[in-house]
């Protein structure tokens, strides 16, 4: 196995840590630790596909559980944020359609056409804005429920959290349609 293999896997492995302190209210400054483990995550995902260049090492493997990698991280995140009240949980099965659409039109491209569909411009937006959102709601959280101790401030974090949330799921919803778009061909073909 490759490095920038390794660092995928590690993005994966790092998802139970992070939820052990996202839900471990007895754990102090909890939010922040869940924030830094989702970081070095997030970080993973810009170390791996740049080994894989630099190196030329783009394997059908890299290509196949990187996109997983991602999208076991940040629905995970997301689906603690219904729990936690920072996001309604209409936004988050909208994203988890997106993605299910999108490996859809994975599969099928490599089943038509052995073609590898790789993430295009839209769907990395949509992931860096996903992590960046998911960071900053977890750090703003801990902020105001230590540093400040003020309910308010947190409630006000929750509900910026949510309308963002709602933001992502509008932007994730024309990101799954710009793939259906590219690959209508394929998709649309035996209709």
Not at 74 to 102: M, Q
Not at 143 to 161: D, H, I, Q, R
Request: proline residues 2%; hydrophobic residues 55%.
């Amino acid at each position: 196995m490759n490095t920038a293999n390794k660092f995928t896997l590690a993005r994966i492995i790092l998802v139970p840590l992070f939820l052990l302190f996202i839900y471990l209210d007895a754990i102090p400054y909890n939010y922040f630790w869940a924030a830094l483990i989702f970081i070095v995550a997030s970080i993973t995902d810009l170390i791996d596909g740049h080994i894989a260049r630099k190196n030329k090492i783009v394997t059908n493997f890299g290509k196949f559980l990187d996109p997983i990698a991602d999208k076991i991280l940040v629905i995970s995140a997301l689906i603690c944020f219904i729990d936690l009240n920072f996001a309604h949980s209409v936004s988050v099965i909208i994203v988890i359609t997106r993605e299910f659409i999108v490996s859809g039109i994975r599969l099928l491209s490599l089943s038509v056409g052995g073609v590898a569909v790789s993430a295009n411009w839209w769907g990395k937006v949509k992931t860096v804005l996903q992590m960046i959102g998911i960071i900053a709601v977890l750090i703003a959280y801990e902020f105001g429920k230590t540093v400040l101790s003020n309910g308010t401030f947190t409630e006000l974090v929750a509900k910026v959290s949510n309308i963002y949330m709602w933001a992502l799921a509008v932007y994730t919803l024309v990101s799954g349609m710009t793939y259906v778009i590219q690959n209508k061909e394929i998709i649309f073909k035996d209709m």
